[in-house]
């Protein structure tokens, strides 16, 4: 794949300013005090690792799973700064991510396997766009 001068500033300014955010409010949160309030986004996410680390117990006691969650609302939810959602890169990851996890409710897929590829596209948009919580997110991964 060949980039533009142009599409490459565009990328790499749109990543500086993702990180940039995503760094200060981890900063604020190790200080013991809570300066920005949490965006939807942020807030989203904590209940999508919640209820996959729940969804995982139920894998691994080989319950029957209905109707998984597909949090599609990741492609909307207002994020600590707008330009962190309203890009091409994001949009795109949260798409294949959506899609993995449709692809949990299929009947004849390997529950354990989709699970894992499913927390793969979770891992590949934080290295993207937001590696800190990248530690807490393979704690996921279903052995
Ligand atoms: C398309 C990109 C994308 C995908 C896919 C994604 N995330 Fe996120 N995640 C983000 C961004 C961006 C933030 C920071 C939110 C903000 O700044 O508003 C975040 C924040 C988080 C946080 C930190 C919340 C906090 O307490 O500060 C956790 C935990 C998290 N994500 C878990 C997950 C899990 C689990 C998945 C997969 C099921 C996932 N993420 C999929 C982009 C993504």
Known sequence: MKFTKQQIFTLLAFIIIVLSNCNNQSEHKSKGYTMAVDSELTLLMRDMYNYYD????????????KDIKTFQDIHTAAATSPEKISNELYQGLASIYVNSAKRLNRPNVNKRDAFNLMIDNCMNC????????????????LE
């Open 54 to 65: 729940t969804l995982k117990a139920d894998i691994l006691k080989g319950d029957v799973l």
């Open 126 to 141: 934080h290295q993207q766009m937001c590696p800190g919580p990248m530690v807490k997110i393979k704690k996921l991964y």
